[in-house]
């Protein structure tokens, strides 16, 4: 950017009057409002940076916590298909056994 551009974008803002260019190296000084105002989205910047660090910090925590509830329930849910599986074939022994009363007691009848 030109150092006439510059100068022209200075003076379209109010307060330029506080404004003082360099000649010799180009450079702007700034308003103490303009450095204060710096600052403050500076400040604001610092602290949103830290509320997003914190809230990763804390969904990372979750994360981990929820992985390991998600191990421990996938570990209960093995051993309770195991039981569901003895379960089912108990209940198809019982009822073959069951089927051999009846098939013997139909036998006795006739």
Do not use: C, W, Y
């Amino acid at each position: 950017m030109s150092q006439s551009s510059l100068e022209s974008q200075i003076t379209e803002h109010p307060g330029t009057e506080q404004f003082e260019t360099n000649e010799q190296t180009g450079n702007l000084a700034l308003s103490t409002s303009d450095f204060s105002e710096l600052e403050d989205r500076v400040a604001r910047t610092v602290r949103l940076v830290r509320t997003e660090r914190e809230a990763r910090a804390a969904a990372e925590s979750r994360a981990e916590s929820l992985d390991t509830q998600l191990s421990e329930q996938l570990t209960l849910v093995k051993t309770l298909q195991e039981e569901i599986r003895g379960l089912n074939a108990e209940r198809d022994s019982v009822r073959k056994r069951v089927e051999k009363l009846l098939t013997q007691l139909d036998s006795l009848e006739l």
